[in-house]
């Protein structure tokens, strides 16, 4: 397995605060940045396309987890989540399978909270990946964006108003750090490659 410098991100959404915290301590010492919710509208306040993973209380103040995980699916989130409960009597495994998510019960063991830290990982954007690994300048990360979109050198100077000799600059310096990173490329588009490959063997 390769590994990244880019951390998964998982929202932990909980009315329990002890319980929260739990959860959330056992995601940091394993390397996860963790985001902390207490309400349906509290979590929402995050970019849903910035967590790559979400822990959902099925029962929060202000409504149901599946409430949240409807939300989350209708808005086109596909990061993978975790439905779950202290109560030992219900089982909502059909439930947070019809929303894409897997049921467990509280607290947490700690091979459920790896395979979500795993499965988060994968989910994380190949351009945040690079962001990480390579350090990328903005316009950097402009530029592999543009490209990752399959946008031209031409295109590319267009859409950020700048020359093609400019780009190739900006690529040339993109090309450098990857290789000096490990990845192997000799154009943009094997970089791309590479990390897709990286994400996917993760």
Known sequence: MEGTNARPRIMVVDGHDDERRTTTRMLRVRGATVF??????????????????WIVDHKLPNGRGTNLLHILRTEGSAAPALLVTNDGSISLAGLAAAFGATFHGKPLLPEVVDALIHDAERAIPVGRRLNADLRLTEREREVVAQRADGICRAGIAGALNITEDAVKSRVRGILKKANMAGYACDTLDDLLLDAHRRRDAS
Not at 36 to 53: M, R
């Open 36 to 53: 902390e919710a207490s309400t349906i509208e509290g979590a929402l306040s995050e970019s849903i396309d910035g967590v790559d993973g």
